[in-house]
């Protein structure tokens, strides 16, 4: 069965501060997706890992792909409030085919003054 | 340039009612989806279409069907609405295994 977990589901942190999130996931893939999601709104692209070693940055969020661990994380620089939202990571099924995607179960980041 | 379309955005149906939801998309992409968005469970593939004509199940298939009308559009139906299919339902298409694009969503209420 497939997995892709998400740790922290909830994670509240300061502004100012850096963390990060991580994704696994149990199948064999070489491109992770990551989608923002605004309260009550729809998914957002973020950035497309497309093979094992890849960083992808975009202001105070990098991304990046371990396809031997099967781990992604989202790296988070000195948080803003701005960056509140849930994030997602996704992987596809069979991999680089676009047919099926898996999302994991999302962590819900709240940035605080 | 609308991206992807979704109507209605908001939906209350008795248990038994029937409704289709719609999608449409401008990007000539040839893959399209259908999603259930549920607190705590992230989002799950209902159908999917990899191209015009074909259609395919996803994770979680019963109680739904699809058409994928041409390659714009992509409509999924509830044939006898039941409770648990109370849900936020998103479309979504791609090029292949590019990132996808979403619709706004249509929150679905089942009483």
């Known amino acids: 069965e497939l997995k892709v977990e998400q740790n922290p589901l909830f994670l509240s942190m300061q502004e100012g501060k850096n963390y990060t999130i991580y994704c696994n996931y149990s199948?064999?893939?070489?491109?992770l997706y990551w989608y923002r999601q605004d309260p009550g709104k729809s998914l957002e692209s973020l950035f497309v890992?497309?093979?094992?070693?890849a960083v992808k940055q975009e202001g105070r969020l990098m991304a990046s792909l371990d396809t031997k661990a099967r781990l992604s994380t989202l790296h988070i620089t000195a948080a803003v409030h701005d960056l509140s939202a849930t994030y997602f990571c996704a992987v596809d099924i069979p991999p680089n085919t676009g047919n099926q995607f898996y999302f994991g179960t999302g962590t819900s980041l709240t940035v605080i003054p | 340039n609308a991206g992807v379309t979704q109507t209605p955005k908001f939906q209350v149906l008795k248990t038994g009612q029937s409704m289709t939801l719609q999608c449409a998309q401008d990007m000539n992409h040839n893959s399209m989806y259908w999603y259930r968005q549920d607190p705590g469970m992230g989002l799950r593939l209902i159908y999917y279409?990899?191209?015009?004509?074909?259609?395919d199940k996803g994770e979680v298939p019963n109680g739904y069907n699809v058409s994928r009308l041409n390659k714009r559009e992509f409509s999924l139906r509830l044939e006898s609405a039941a409770p648990s299919q109370t849900s936020v339902y998103f479309c979504?298409?791609?090029?292949?295994?590019?990132?996808?694009?979403f619709g706004p969503g249509t929150r679905l209420t089942v009483l």
């Open positions: 890992l497309l093979s094992n070693g």
């Open positions: 279409s990899a191209s015009e004509g074909t259609t």
């Open positions: 979504a298409s791609s090029e292949q295994a590019d990132t996808q694009y």
């Open positions: 199948t064999t893939s070489d491109r």
